[in-house]
């Protein structure tokens, strides 16, 4: 790999994480439920596009697997599902958020400081996109606020993907060929699973409780 | 080929219950598939003791047993054999009440083997990658089962588990992911090192030491929610409570320490990393905390298995707090503590399953006092099992509780030791004086209208029954595997 080509491809892994970034705040202020869901899946391109910038960078082969796995995974399958089951229990599509859209912005942009102050020590290891580590504490803890933030089960779903978006993009930007494709893959398929039990769930408690708003459930205290 | 077996005997009773049309068929198929797992297990025990300190390993180092797992191993493979004979008359029951549907009733019979393979490859994956996976697999198949009842509160319950789980397995995955990261770059610049435990442990030194103290922190948080660490335990009583019986055992005798065992693996990588008791006081600092918090909670508690829940998390805080004292010791009470604490939860979950069977309530209130008059063969194995979590003697908690207090007192750690005994007392008794009042007392109904047949009660009373037989007489070879694990621990092998 001659330098050059390193230099343009940090950069461009470096735009690719910071529009991520971008769209989790996006996701934070949305209050349509398809369309966050859209959004998700977009999010999902981009990390299936930095996966394959670091493939051919690094001309490793086992990372385009995992672009595509992405690709197919959380671009196209996760996204469709989650609309079918959105359609299927009939859910209104307004979602409202216990903060509202500026302070919502404010603390995301308060996260994302926190974390590139958390990420400076980590940053100096000399490696392709190793300065993306913040901006993945920053999806993940975006995502912690947007977990806290919303009421309906599905948008918790939501948030918990894009934590997980950020931890793929740890992995990514902290070992330059993405860990093993075994454990890749059973990631991969933890998460579809995790989504599927999680939509069974949603679908049982829309059915008992005549709603998705999570902060129905609340018989269960100490 | 031991260790593939081992994962594929219970994998194989899953799948397999999918087929038989009588549900008869479906119970012989559940108890022969953990008896066999059961047989396997000592086989592997006596095998790893065999291999003269040296892990069995398959698949060019993918599984890997040393005595630790061989360990865990024996732990899952009993709760598992013990819940799944309760579990035949705990069914039947529910399905004669409509409780359960048929499908209710296939799915508990599917599952529950599956979450108990997803234990085994925890205990039995070398690779830090896929033992997170397996760990997030435990929680998804078990999710599933907390909402087997489909009421309002069980979905609650399911909804919680799932979704804190899920946050805090994410964490977890950020742990791994910068212990990876510790190592590249180590290991003879290779550019895709190994993953696997063992070669991890080989050239801790030379590992990243921030990376490395970062990767604790996010596991400790990560696989502590799992292990229902305080504060990251508030899934743990509803998951508990609102769990049919057989699961909540599962749940509490083994699911929480395949958590804390999760930790333990990274304990002694940090350990051997930075050469210092970091991970250790961490441990400790979490798991005095859980205790001091399990207490208050038993004492005002009002539901019978959100105290037993509530007790659980007390358990798993002692084993936290006597590894993190890092005595031989309390590593060695520890181990004892599992396996005997293992032995004992599944019997109390039993009885509360039997007695939420007949008042279709778990309330002390609606309960009500005199059990002993109404249902005399539960409310004996309630009490004895009572006894024996309190850590009274002649039951062995005493015995692995003495142990660790002792331990702690030996190596400088007084302060830990007095506030261990301080909130086991505070346990002790919070959970002797509810069932105290539950048990006892005079009864408005003075007929027993209870339908459990002897060999229901001996099924249910078996752990209890191993339990006396392994505190009055620990064979010399189980004492050497716990000797081994604890040498694992402490980083002596």
Known sequence: ?222 | MLLTSVLCVPFVAGLACLFPRSRAGVESINISGFVAVLVLGVKLFKSVLANNENAVTEWDGFLRADALSAWMVLLISVVSLATSLYAVRYFRRDVADAVVNERRFREFYVLTPLFATCMFLVVLANNLGVMWIAVEATALSSALLVALYNRKTSLEAAWKYVTLGGLGLVLALFGTIFTYAAAIGKAGGETLPSFNWSRLLAIAPQLDRHLMTLAFIFVLVGYGTKAGLAPMHTWLPDAHSEAPSPTSAMLSGVSLKIAVYALLRFHILTTACLGSGFSGELLSGFGLFSMLLAGPFILVQKNLKRMLAYSSLEHVGLICVAVGMNAWLTVFGALLHMGYHALTKPVLFFAAGNIHQQFHTLDFRRIGCGLVHRMPKTALLLGLAAVAVSGFPPFGLFVSELTVIAGGFTSQHAWASVVILTSLIVVFCGVLNKLAGLLLGPSDSEHAAEAISTSNVAAMSLPLATLLLFTAWMPGSLRQLMEQAANIIRGMP
């Open chain 1, 1 to 222: 790999m001659n330098p050059p080509t390193s230099e343009t491809g940090s950069q461009f892994i470096t735009l690719l994480a910071s529009l991520m970034l971008v769209l989790q705040v996006l996701l934070a202020v949305q209050p349509m439920l398809i369309t966050n869901i859209r959004i998700f899946a977009l999010q999902s391109l981009l990390l299936a596009a930095i996966a394959g910038v670091v493939g051919s960078a690094y001309h490793a082969g086992h990372v385009y697997v995992v672009a595509a796995l992405t690709l197919v995974g959380k671009v196209l399958f996760l996204p469709w599902w989650l609309e079918r089951l959105v359609r299927q229990i009939k859910i209104e599509q307004e979602i409202r958020p216990f903060v509202n859209m500026p302070a919502s912005m404010l603390i995301c942009g308060a996260l994302t400081v926190l974390a590139y102050v958390v990420a400076r020590p980590i940053t100096s290891l000399e490696r392709l996109g190793s300065n993306t580590v913040a901006v993945a504490i920053a999806l993940l803890l975006t995502g912690f606020f947007l977990m806290i933030n919303r009421r309906k089960a599905i948008t918790q779903v939501l948030a918990l993907l894009t934590m997980e978006n950020g931890v793929m993009l740890a992995a990514i930007a902290l070992t330059t060929y993405g860990m093993p494709l075994v454990v890749e893959i059973g990631i991969f398929f933890d998460v579809v699973i995790a989504v599927m039990v999680l939509g069974i769930l949603v679908f049982r408690i829309r059915e008992t409780f005549a709603s998705m708003d999570v902060s129905k459930l609340n018989e269960l205290k100490w």
